[in-house]
Each structure stands twice: as structure tokens, then as C-alpha cells.
């Protein structure tokens, strides 16, 4: 029977029906909270404040991963955020402030964060194949198993045919990729990536830009990317971080008005273009002259 008919409302009024008991469903915790996070190296005169009071929030939005892109010159903190978030010494713990990622305090790292280092550091001893491999090892993934699932991953970064090559035999730009592989491999609910494609050629940045595109949409993570290129920061960004330095601080926040267009298409756009202009400009108001130079 349509209960909407009114023979139907009839037989049983609205009003009579006992209330369905009501759904509680706590919302979800967001991904990251920085609450006025301050760190300082050293004391005393030697002291260098490297972040103060940054505050933001990463929503776990439904069905959607953020990626957050930071630019902003060096030295103002982006490696520092990352490594908050990462719980990783001797960034971690911060000076004053609270870091939260879903809800907890951070107090050490974890599986759920996953951090590409801006010096991606390999083991040395192991080959390609066994670099990619080694955070499986650690969770105590069987061999073949863990060797299939890294050699779908070399697949993925375009490093077929250097599965056994050892860390000394590669470039600085494939050893990046091997960074990336053996980070992604692990499936963390929030990536960190510190200037991931920074040495690579453009060729291949593109790829791994597209990579990652993908691998995000498919897996809706949350996305934390610093990078240089204002270009790289609004393609791949649905808010970029504007930090400046001395002290290190977060300085705005831009959404990026993204047009249900394939990424691929937007970089030709003229909002595009017109996006990484104000950006740029903003990021050269934020970055300090050098020396003896007046602007
Ligand atoms: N381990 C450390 N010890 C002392 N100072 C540090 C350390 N790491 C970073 N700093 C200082 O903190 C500031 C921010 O550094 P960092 O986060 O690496 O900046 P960015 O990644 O934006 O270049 C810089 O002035 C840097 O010299
Ligand atoms: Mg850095």
C-alpha cells in the first residue's frame, strides 16, 4: 500500500505512528586539527621558531579525499607540518599547540600516516624490489605475496627492469619513485608527500602527477603535498596552504575552484592560468628579498 495515498492516511494518521526511534550518527572526526601549533628549535639566543600558532582543519568529508597542497619559500616550516602530522622526532612533539588526526592527539607515528620524505630515504642494502617491499615485511606480509604486490608497484612507478638495481645504481629521480612506491604500497589513510617529484624530469612528473591523481580518486585519502611549483600545487590541490617564513606560519588558505573538467583539461584553462597568477604573486609578496636586493 502507497501510504502517501490518502486512504492509506486515513486507516493510520501520521500522528499515531510511534516516532521511528532516532538515528545518532556521530559525525565523523576530521582527518587533521592543528590548534595554534607552535614548535621552536633550540633555546635560548639560538633559538628558531620554525612554526607559530598554525591552526586548520582537514574534514573527513564523505566519499571525498582531500588533497591539500603547500607551497611557500623554504624555511618557513612545510617539512615541519608534515612531520606533525607524522608524529616524527625531532619535529614531534610540537613546542605548544595540539595536533589531531581523527580525533586523537597525535602521539606517535602510525599505519594510518604514510610520509614520503623530501630525502627519500632508501635501504641501502636492499634492492628495488626489496625497498618497495619492506613496510609489508614489517607487517608481516608473506614473501611472495609481498614481492607480487611491490613488483605491481615498480609496474606502477615506471621502474620495470630495475626490480634487483640497489639504491647506489639509481638516480636521484627513480630512487624518488622507489620513495613513492614502497609509501603508497601501505595504503595510508593520510599520504604525506614532502616535495615528492621535485628530481624528477618533467615527463615523468607529469606521469606520477596522474599516478597519484588516480590513486587518490580511487581511494579517497587525504592528501598533504608540498611542493615548489605553483603550477603542481593548483593541479593537484583543492585548497593550497600559503605559508611564509620567519617564523614559519600559515598565511591562507585557497580553495581552488575546480570546474567538473578532467584534470588533464584544466591545465589550459584560463582560470587555471589565471589561478596560479594570483598565487604566484601572493607567494612573492610572502617570500623575503635576499640580501641586498630591493624589490
Ligand atoms: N631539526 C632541526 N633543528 C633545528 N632547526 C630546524 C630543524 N628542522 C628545521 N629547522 C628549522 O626550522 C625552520 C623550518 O624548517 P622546515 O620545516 O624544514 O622548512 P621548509 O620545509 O619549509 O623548507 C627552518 O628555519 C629550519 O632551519
Ligand atoms: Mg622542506
Not at 612507478?157 to 638516480?171: A, I, N, R, T, W
Request: charged content about 25%; aromatic content about 6%; glycine content about 8%.
Amino acid at each position: 500500500m502507497n501510504p502517501s495515498t490518502p486512504s492509506a492516511r486515513t486507516e493510520q494518521p501520521e500522528k499515531l505512528l510511534p516516532a521511528p526511534p532516532e538515528r545518532k550518527r556521530l559525525p565523523a572526526p576530521d582527518v587533521v586539527t592543528f590548534n595554534k601549533v607552535t614548535k621552536t628549535f633550540g633555546v635560548g639566543p639560538q633559538a628558531k621558531l620554525a612554526l607559530h600558532e598554525v591552526s586548520f582543519t582537514v574534514e573527513d568529508l564523505p566519499n571525498i579525499g582531500e588533497m591539500v597542497t603547500i607551497v611557500g619559500p623554504s624555511g618557513c616550516g612545510k617539512s615541519t607540518l608534515l612531520r606533525l602530522i607524522a608524529g616524527l622526532k625531532p619535529h614531534f612533539p610540537p613546542t605548544s599547540g595540539e595536533v589531531q588526526v581523527f580525533g586523537k592527539p597525535v602521539q606517535d607515528p602510525g599505519p594510518d600516516r604514510g610520509l614520503v620524505d623530501q630525502k627519500y630515504s632508501l635501504l641501502p642494502h636492499l634492492n628495488v624490489i626489496q625497498n618497495v617491499a619492506f613496510g609489508l615485511k614489517l607487517r608481516g606480509v608473506g614473501r611472495s605475496e609481498r614481492d607480487d604486490h611491490a613488483q605491481e608497484w615498480v609496474k606502477k612507478v615506471g621502474l620495470e627492469g630495475s626490480e634487483k638495481k640497489f639504491p647506489s645504481e639509481l638516480s636521484g629521480g627513480m630512487q624518488q619513485r622507489v620513495a613513492i612506491a614502497a609509501t603508497l604500497i601501505l595504503q595510508p589513510r593520510i599520504l604525506l608527500m614532502d616535495e615528492p617529484f621535485g628530481a624528477l624530469d618533467p615527463g615523468i612528473r607529469f606521469r606520477m602527477q596522474e599516478l597519484l591523481l588516480q590513486l587518490w580518486s580511487e581511494k579517497e585519502e587525504t592528501v598533504f603535498l608540498v611542493t615548489h611549483s605553483v603550477e603542481e600545487a593548483v593541479y593537484l590541490g583543492d585548497r593550497v596552504f600559503l605559508m611564509a617564513p620567519n617564523p614559519g606560519r600559515l598565511v591562507e588558505i585557497l580553495k581552488v575552484p575546480r570546474p567538473a573538467e578532467p584534470p588533464e583539461e584544466s591545465r589550459r584553462k584560463p582560470w587555471f592560468i589565471s589561478f596560479c597568477q594570483t598565487l604566484l604573486r601572493r607567494l612573492e609578496e610572502e617570500s623575503p628579498a635576499p640580501p641586498g636586493v630591493k624589490l
